[in-house]
């Protein structure tokens, strides 16, 4: 509503532009830019957007087997401004602002297709239940150079010091962080600007590759729109400088890929964190993500190159295990204070939608408080060595347990279902009709 964005725009007078955003499926924004002197109307009338924008796909096409497209019409939907979600954008060139809108169905209900409806109807139910959750988000991308190299692959950046190429392992160094200090400062200032809380950045596991956290938050839904922010930004400042950044899951094959963490605690009615104050809540939460881990695969791994990142000794998990102050494991309880006992899910890979990781692990963490789920025995130690790799070694055979999941029709409605599976099953098989060097190498001359 207007009187919601007043404050806002009256602190801003002399903006000129206003960016609506909306995330597809894949998590892409899409959206359009308005004259600020027309976001009064935006805000009191909504825009309109065809609502074959959630049956896109990866590419930006229209999947016609939704019955979003041009079977229907091509309908367009009222699409709301939510006036929590405004920020400046401190890269453009002129006084601008965004937020992110919400489309409505024809009966003026949330359309089944956002992501960012599909959580909130997750996250009521939990609350209707006396759960409150708390959540933060951890986002791991790489820095290339601009440019390709010749057989159109990222290219690794240059030592700012040596000017070669940097491919040794430096986790967690300071001196790449201080190479890199303009960057993180950029996006630390923009993050500023735009009030998302990201607290810490460091040096990963791969030359380029760095990991920004981001505060816990008590309300899921900004907790990710924190982390789409955040990926903009992060895009938009690595362009400034000149470099290209990229939250592909494996981008290169002899490094380790990009994954998104998601901490989560429950508190109850009167605040108190359900996992401190009863290790049997936090065990069933556990079971319940370890039961539901396989069916819900689709939401943390949902493009072709998701899967080239499950690999052994990358500290990606290939199985549901769970264990303490341990990396090796699917789902680990962190150390620290007994106040902040959260569970830290490490399945998702950084390209996939963070509203629907996050409703996907939530939806998990409820059916087992609701069922009394029972985890197995925490590991120690390395859990690859331990358990057998049974997460979904691939794209078809996740949208099938997706499919076909009774948890999934549980907690998340038909039509959403069926949109993702719809989309996921064409993109999948435009996947497969490719033709790649690969396969002229192995079987042009020798087949």
Known sequence: MWADALKFFSNYQQLESLDLLIPDLNGIIRGKRIKAALAQKAFSEGV?????????????????KTGLGIATGDQDRVCRPQADTLRLVPWAGQPAAQCMIEMFDANDRAFFGSPRHVLTGVVERMRAQGLHPTVAVELEFYLFRNQLDAGGMPQLLLDPVSGQEERSTQVYSMDDLDSFRPFVETVQRYCEIQSVPASAAIAEYAPGQFEINLEHRDDPLAA?????????????????????????????????????HIHASIRNDEGDNLFAKSPEQL??????????????MLLWAPHANSYRRYQENCYVPLSPSWGYN???????????AESARRIEHRVSGADANPYLVMAGVLAGMLYGIQESCR????????????????????????????????????YFNAEFRQ????????????????????????YLQTV
């Open 48 to 64: 309109l957007l065809p609502q074959s924008l959630f049956a896109s796909d990866i590419c930006g096409d229209t999947v016609d």
């Open 224 to 260: 990710c729109d924190d982390a789409v922010y955040l990926k903009r930004i992060i895009r938009k400042c690595a362009r400034e400088q000149g470099m290209t950044a990229s939250f592909m899951a494996k981008p290169i094959a002899a490094l380790t890929g990009s994954g998104m």
């Open 283 to 296: 065990q069933h939460a556990v079971g319940g993500l370890q039961e539901t881990m396989p069916e819900g």
């Open 326 to 336: 341990n990396r090796t494991v699917a789902l680990r309880i962190p150390a620290g």
């Open 375 to 410: 985890p197995d025995q925490p590991i120690e130690g390395d859990a690859a060595r331990q358990c057998e790799p049974v997460l979904p070694a691939d794209w078809q055979a996740a949208v099938n347990l997706f499919s076909g999941s009774q948890w999934v029709s549980r």
């Open 419 to 442: 949109l993702m599976a719809t989309i996921k099953t064409s993109e999948y098989r435009r996947f497969q009709q490719h033709i790649s060097p690969l396969d002229v190498q192995w």
